[in-house]
């Protein structure tokens, strides 16, 4: 089974369509969003494309493929109108040997971890708009950064998860 793993959409329906279309390219069976999914918070400038009610119409057409968690911009509101789950802190999947724990990152995060991250697992999140991927007391960090307002001169990224191994790549233009 293969994932796709992005964060920080912003309410951005560019971003949603190229994210939605890369679910083919990329062959993958499932999306996993790391939060931030409609509205820009009071800390970011608009994205180029905001459009929340579009990017509503582009993920529920493939709410049966998504697995999020709720960042620190959804809200209630935001369950009535997706029709896939939106509000929970974390995720655990386990894929090939590995255990991956998913989370916005504005609660749990590299300075905030739960008891339940041991060495080997891989701790994903977004939040930051900055990519990352280093390995640190034997836990790997990785974080896809924001498709629609990259910080930092981050490009707009995305990670895979096949058969156990973590991938972070660039979108390409």
């Not at 970011?44 to 529920?60: C, F, M, Q, R």
Request: glycine share 8%; charged share 25%.
């Amino acid at each position: 089974m293969k994932f796709l793993v992005v964060s920080d959409i912003h309410g951005d329906s560019y971003w949603a369509e190229r994210v939605a279309g890369l679910m083919h390219k990329e062959q993958a069976d499932h999306l996993v969003i790391l939060g931030d999914i409609l509205y820009h918070g009071p800390r970011n400038d608009l994205p180029s494309h905001y459009e929340p009610k579009k990017v509503i119409e582009i993920l529920n057409n493939i709410s049966d493929r998504i697995l999020a968690v709720r960042g620190n911009c959804e809200a209630e509101v935001d369950q009535m109108v997706l029709k896939f789950p939106v509000m929970a802190d974390y995720i655990y999947l386990v894929s090939g040997q590995t255990t991956f724990f998913f989370t916005h990152g504005h609660i749990y995060n590299e300075d905030s971890l739960p008891a339940l991250i041991t060495e080997g697992t891989v701790f994903v999140s977004g939040h930051t708009h900055v990519t990352k991927d280093v390995i640190k007391n034997g836990i790997r960090f990785m974080n896809p950064g924001s498709p629609s307002i990259p910080k930092e001169g981050c490009k707009p990224s995305y990670i895979t998860i096949e058969d156990g191994k973590a991938e972070l790549k660039e979108f390409d233009n």
